[in-house]
């Protein structure tokens, strides 16, 4: 007898919900499709809240003071940046999340997100740009789409892996929806956030990839979002030209991103109260704008139209060096907003300008203004984001031209591999790196910052006063199962470290003059100290410049009382049983 049509349903249901990867493209389908309307909704707020601020969507037409009032320039970003300021204080206590975090949650937690994050920067994220803040729009939507698929996550109680992928499905979908990009939205989730290439992973992100993009189509339509020339190449001989343009790129990156980060050790010195610095950015944003209106907002109007070759030599100059000023201010004083749109617009006009030097110094060896300025456009932004490949696919499918495939790929290679050797791999890393969290391992070296060092440490040390005896240190000695004795103070601070080779060389040294006499006399500085809070990634980190495999975990590094020892075997043994858990709970 065939059971009833309810418990027939019920069991298959139950056996798609334990299929991974049912389970998987299914949520994938869901976080697409609520990443890609979080887009539409986002470009909508921005647009309303701009034509009421400025009287015109920035996406639209770019405000002047042939439009406006100077006043009107220069009070919606400095009464603006009140308004944001304030929220963010009381929502956030600080500042409005963005790509790092998103990064960091994928690495170190296993892509968990707090949805109320991600909710309460979306809308300042929103209100920055709506008031002329000169950001991206991809930051804040990355970091959405991310914590809406943390969200179901946590609903669903799905495991770290499965977390993660959802995670970068949030994302994909956002830079789908955003960009008209799919390929793009995906290998940057990949390349990015998940750090993942296998199909359970894959597959899912392309699925979210693909929806918001659909989604972004319906509503914006299927043409690109720059307008681009026709490109051929004139000659091979301009490849040279390429790869020094790649090199000119990595320069304006470093500026750029050293330019923010040094912004804002500036407006942390100072003592502008928090929530009162987006006001003071705003009316700094405020000041450049009378003069270059182009830098408020995203930019992608200027950006197209140096991708179009409609600027002078002489204002393209000045359009870099103001768009790198507003976006340095604009972050440094807490403003929200991404960090990708800026680098297209600097990387179009860095290349604009360098194509107008090249074109001058071989003009028969020349494929045009507008070609340089979409290889700069690549190059820039690939070497801001780190992700080379991501930043490739993304300008073929925002211009819709793959003319100059090998030229941007040259360019953007060697503008990528110059800005991580001589500077970082990408500016995300960096800001996580700002505040101490360290990525660069990988995800699963990754697992080992969330383990802090006092619960590993061991206690079974070996502590003597600075002024035991050398005569009783071979007893202590004996004592110790490191065959080290760790010289404290009468506080407990630790002072020195003393080894058998220590206490041989002073006893050897006893018919000399002034002989040794104590334990504090012979002791040598540790060649590595930890505190208890460090993390293990710190704690391995340090043994890597240490001489020995051995390191004295303190309280803290104002007292320096000793705690314990921690030893490479221990971190070894905790980051392999880290990885054996995480693997037996993908696969439980």
Same mark, same amino acid.
């Given at each position: 007898?065939?059971?009833?049509?309810?418990v027939?349903?019920?069991?298959?249901?139950?056996?798609i919900?334990?299929n991974d990867?049912?389970?998987?493209?299914?949520?994938? #389908?869901?976080?697409?499709?609520l990443?890609?309307?979080?887009?539409l909704?986002f470009?909508?707020i921005?647009d309303?809240?701009q034509e009421?601020?400025?009287g015109?969507?920035?996406?639209?037409?770019?405000p002047?003071?042939?439009?406006?009032a100077?006043w009107?320039?220069?009070?919606?970003p400095?009464?603006?940046?009140?308004?944001v300021? /304030?929220?963010?204080h009381?929502?956030?206590?600080?500042?409005?999340?963005?790509i790092?975090?998103?990064?960091?949650a994928?690495?170190?937690r296993?892509?968990?997100?707090?949805?109320r994050?991600?909710?309460?920067?979306?809308?300042?994220?929103?209100a920055s740009?709506?008031v002329?803040?000169s950001?991206?729009?991809?930051?804040?939507?990355?970091?959405?789409?991310?914590?809406?698929?943390?969200?179901?996550?946590?609903?669903?109680? #799905?495991?770290?892996?499965?977390?993660?992928?959802?995670l970068?499905?949030?994302?994909?979908s956002a830079?789908?929806?955003?960009?008209?990009?799919?390929?793009?939205?995906?290998?940057?989730?990949? !390349? /990015?956030v998940?750090?993942?290439?296998?199909?359970?992973?894959a597959?899912?992100?392309?699925?979210?990839?693909v929806?918001?993009?659909?989604?972004?189509?319906?509503?914006?339509g299927t043409?690109?979002?720059?307008?681009?020339?026709?490109?051929e190449?004139i000659?091979?001989?301009?490849?040279?030209a390429?790869?020094?343009?790649?090199?000119?790129?990595?320069?304006g990156?470093?500026?750029?991103?050293?330019?923010i980060?040094?912004?804002?050790?500036a407006? &942390?010195?100072?003592?502008?109260?928090t929530?009162?610095?987006?006001?003071?950015?705003g009316l700094?944003?405020?000041?450049?704008?009378?003069?270059?209106?182009e830098?408020?907002?995203?930019?992608?109007?200027?950006t197209?139209?140096?991708?179009r070759?409609?600027?002078?030599?002489?204002?393209?100059?000045v359009?870099?060096?103001?768009?790198?000023?507003? /976006?340095?201010i604009?972050l440094?004083f807490?403003?929200g907003?991404?960090?990708?749109?800026?680098?297209?617009?600097?990387?179009?006009?860095v290349?604009?300008?360098?194509?107008?030097?090249?074109?001058?110094?071989?003009?028969?060896?020349?494929?045009?203004?507008?070609?340089?300025?979409l290889?700069?456009?690549?190059a820039?932004?690939?070497?801001?984001?780190g992700?080379?490949?991501?930043?490739i696919?993304?300008?073929?499918e925002?211009?819709?031209?793959?003319?100059?495939?090998?030229?941007?790929?040259?360019?953007t290679?060697?503008a990528?591999v110059?800005?991580? &050797?001589?500077?970082?791999?990408?500016?995300?890393?960096?800001?996580?790196a700002?505040?101490?969290?360290n990525?660069?391992?990988?995800?699963?070296q990754?697992?080992l !910052?969330?383990?802090p060092?006092?619960?590993?440490?061991?206690?079974?040390?070996?502590?003597?006063?600075?002024?035991?005896?050398?005569?009783?240190?071979?007893a202590r000695l004996?004592?110790s199962q490191?065959g080290?004795?760790y010289?404290?103070d009468? !506080?407990?601070?630790?002072l020195?470290?003393?080894?058998?080779?220590?206490?041989?060389?002073?006893?050897?040294?006893?018919?000399?003059?002034?002989?040794?006499?104590?334990?504090g006399?012979?002791?040598?500085?540790m060649?590595?100290?930890v505190?208890?809070?460090?993390?293990?990634? &710190?704690? &391995?980190r340090a043994? !890597?410049?240490?001489?020995?495999q051995?390191?004295?975990?303190?309280a803290?590094?104002?007292?320096?009382?000793?705690?314990?020892i921690?030893t490479?075997l221990?971190i070894?043994r905790?980051?392999n049983?880290?990885?054996?858990?995480?693997?037996a709970?993908?696969h439980?």
């Amino acid at each position: 007898m065939r059971p009833p049509l309810v418990v027939r349903t019920r069991l298959s249901l139950r056996r798609i919900l334990r299929n991974d990867h049912l389970l998987l493209a299914a949520m994938a #389908l869901v976080v697409g499709v609520l990443s890609g309307y979080g887009t539409l909704v986002f470009r909508f707020i921005v647009d309303v809240l701009q034509e009421s601020t400025f009287g015109v969507a920035l996406s639209a037409a770019v405000p002047s003071t042939n439009l406006l009032a100077w006043w009107h320039i220069l009070l919606v970003p400095t009464v603006g940046g009140l308004v944001v300021g /304030v929220f963010l204080h009381l929502a956030l206590g600080g500042r409005a999340h963005t790509i790092a975090h998103v990064i960091e949650a994928s690495a170190l937690r296993g892509g968990r997100m707090p949805a109320r994050d991600g909710i309460v920067s979306f809308f300042a994220h929103a209100a920055s740009l709506a008031v002329g803040s000169s950001g991206g729009r991809e930051g804040p939507l990355v970091h959405f789409g991310a914590s809406l698929g943390a969200l179901i996550s946590d609903r669903l109680r #799905l495991n770290r892996s499965q977390t993660r992928t959802l995670l970068g499905c949030g994302v994909a979908s956002a830079i789908g929806a955003l960009f008209n990009a799919p390929v793009a939205g995906a290998v940057f989730a990949i !390349e /990015v956030v998940v750090g993942n290439l296998s199909l359970k992973a894959a597959a899912p992100i392309f699925v979210a990839a693909v929806t918001g993009t659909a989604i972004g189509r319906f509503y914006f339509g299927t043409e690109p979002s720059f307008t681009v020339p026709h490109h051929e190449l004139i000659s091979l001989w301009e490849f040279p030209a390429f790869l020094l343009l790649g090199v000119v790129c990595a320069g304006g990156a470093i500026v750029f991103i050293r330019a923010i980060f040094l912004l804002d050790d500036a407006v &942390q010195r100072t003592r502008i109260p928090t929530w009162l610095r987006p006001t003071v950015g705003g009316l700094l944003l405020g000041l450049i704008a009378l003069e270059v209106p182009e830098i408020l907002g995203v930019g992608f109007l200027t950006t197209d139209a140096a991708l179009r070759a409609s600027f002078a030599f002489d204002f393209l100059l000045v359009l870099i060096v103001a768009k790198i000023a507003a /976006v340095a201010i604009s972050l440094g004083f807490g403003f929200g907003g991404g960090v990708f749109s800026p680098s297209l617009f600097l990387g179009a006009t860095v290349g604009g300008a360098f194509g107008f030097v090249a074109g001058s110094a071989f003009p028969d060896l020349f494929s045009g203004v507008s070609a340089y300025a979409l290889i700069g456009t690549g190059a820039l932004a690939g070497a801001v984001m780190g992700a080379p490949l991501s930043t490739i696919f993304i300008i073929f499918e925002l211009t819709g031209s793959s003319d100059l495939t090998v030229a941007v790929m040259i360019a953007t290679a060697a503008a990528s591999v110059l800005t991580t &050797q001589l500077y970082g791999r990408s500016f995300f890393h960096l800001q996580l790196a700002r505040r101490g969290i360290n990525v660069s391992g990988g995800h699963d070296q990754a697992l080992l !910052e969330g383990v802090p060092v006092g619960r590993i440490m061991r206690s079974n040390f070996v502590a003597v006063d600075a002024d035991s005896s050398i005569d009783s240190l071979n007893a202590r000695l004996r004592e110790s199962q490191s065959g080290e004795v760790y010289v404290v103070d009468a !506080e407990g601070a630790l002072l020195g470290v003393v080894n058998y080779a220590d206490v041989n060389n002073a006893i050897l040294n006893r018919e000399g003059e002034n002989p040794p006499e104590t334990a504090g006399e012979i002791a040598h500085s540790m060649g590595g100290v930890v505190a208890v809070s460090d993390s293990i990634e &710190q704690a &391995q980190r340090a043994l !890597e410049t240490s001489d020995s495999q051995i390191l004295a975990v303190v309280a803290n590094r104002d007292t320096m009382v000793l705690r314990g020892i921690v030893t490479a075997l221990d971190i070894s043994r905790t980051h392999n049983d880290a990885l054996l858990r995480v693997r037996a709970e993908e696969h439980a």
